[in-house]
């Protein structure tokens, strides 16, 4: 065993987390499903989504005959809304492919909808004890600051070179306490802003630390200008109801249930009026919302009227909600927010 694994081992026993709750099950669906929520959000935030989504689906087969709806009301508000789809299609995918067994093989269970590779070897690591280092964002900054590695990790020369050393270092045995060991130091010692160093079981051999560079490794992404978007979106009030549209299955907020957007350059009650169904009176500017993604920030227009359905007029993809339902419907963070204003 390397002395970098022996140390990181040495100091999860005594200090890292071992009250997670998919860390009490070696089940490859929980040890999943916990991989998948956990992927750019936080700890604090995925738990209580963890333990209601095993409430509704508590086996793999009960995800896979989930209508796509079920899945997403419960994803709704975690975001990245691209991981909800593919943790359905995988269960799916386990039940055709696999007989309702999860792989062992990570290479297999990397082919899988939705699970790169280190999400593949995770999950091989905790539940069937292979021998699959990880390279996740909490890796690739303790490898960046500990190692001196230059350049942005996610550049393709960079992240090669720290799965080569990521392979060097992963122990022969005890592969789970060495990947979970990992996970905890950058998650809560060699954080990005303030890294706890005087806390941290291999700041002795920190080429970041004995060099002040903490703060400068690892490098950022390339900056690019933000680019900005703009939508108007229209909120039809109609008896106590609100018109809601299915977003398109790929693109942002892919799948949910929104507020119907207005193309560019269409006048608001010719669309609705065409293309929603119904008729429309004086249309109100409300307050508009901005909501960052990773690559845009998207600015909201909102536009509200009393409508009126046209009788026998159905149009695929409309919902009326009444408002005291908006709360069970897979809705966008920001449309359940500007909803709730």
């Not at 630390?209 to 903490?214: A, K, T």
């Not at 229209?234 to 193309?263: D, M, Y």
């Not at 609705?272 to 990773?294: I, K, Y």
Request: net charge positive; charged share 25%.
């Amino acid at each position: 065993m390397t002395e970098f694994a022996a140390a990181l081992i040495a100091w999860h026993r005594r200090h890292g987390r071992h009250d997670l709750p998919w860390q009490q099950s070696r089940d490859p669906y929980r040890v999943w499903l916990s991989e998948i929520m956990l992927q750019q959000t936080r700890v604090a935030t995925v738990i209580p989504y963890y333990l209601r989504f095993l409430e509704r689906f508590p086996a793999l087969d009960a995800l896979a005959r989930a209508e796509d709806e079920e899945v997403m009301v419960l994803w709704s508000g975690l975001g990245y809304y691209a991981r909800a789809r593919n943790l359905h299609a995988c269960a799916r995918a386990v039940m055709a492919r696999h007989g309702g067994v999860f792989p062992r093989d990570p290479t297999v269970i990397a082919g899988l909808p939705g699970i790169g590779r280190s999400t593949a070897n995770a999950i091989a690591t905790f539940c069937f004890g292979a021998r699959a280092p990880i390279v996740d964002g909490n890796v690739k900054r303790v490898f960046a600051r500990c190692f001196g590695i230059e350049g942005f990790p996610g550049a393709p020369a960079v992240e090669r070179e720290m799965w080569a050393l990521a392979d060097t270092l992963m122990p022969a045995r005890h592969g789970d306490a060495y990947i979970q060991a990992q996970m905890d130091l950058g998650a809560t010692i060699c954080t990005r802003g303030k890294p706890g160093c005087d806390a941290c079981p291999v700041a002795a051999a920190c080429i970041a630390r004995r060099d002040g560079r903490q703060a400068e490794l690892p490098f950022p992404r390339p900056r690019k200008a933000m680019p900005e978007r703009e939508a108007i979106i229209l909120v039809l009030e109609h008896r106590g109801r609100i018109l809601l549209e299915q977003r398109p299955p790929s693109g942002i907020w892919g799948g949910l249930l929104s507020l119907p957007e207005l193309p560019a350059g269409t006048d608001a009650g010719e669309h609705a009026q065409r293309t929603l169904g119904c008729d429309s009176g004086d249309w109100e500017e409300l307050p508009g919302l901005v909501h960052a993604f990773t690559h845009f920030r998207l600015h909201l227009t909102p536009l509200r009227t009393r409508a009126k359905p046209r009788p026998g007029v159905r149009e695929d993809g409309l919902r009326w909600v009444a408002k005291e339902a908006l709360t069970a419907m897979p809705l966008p963070a920001p449309i359940r927010r500007l909803l709730a204003a």
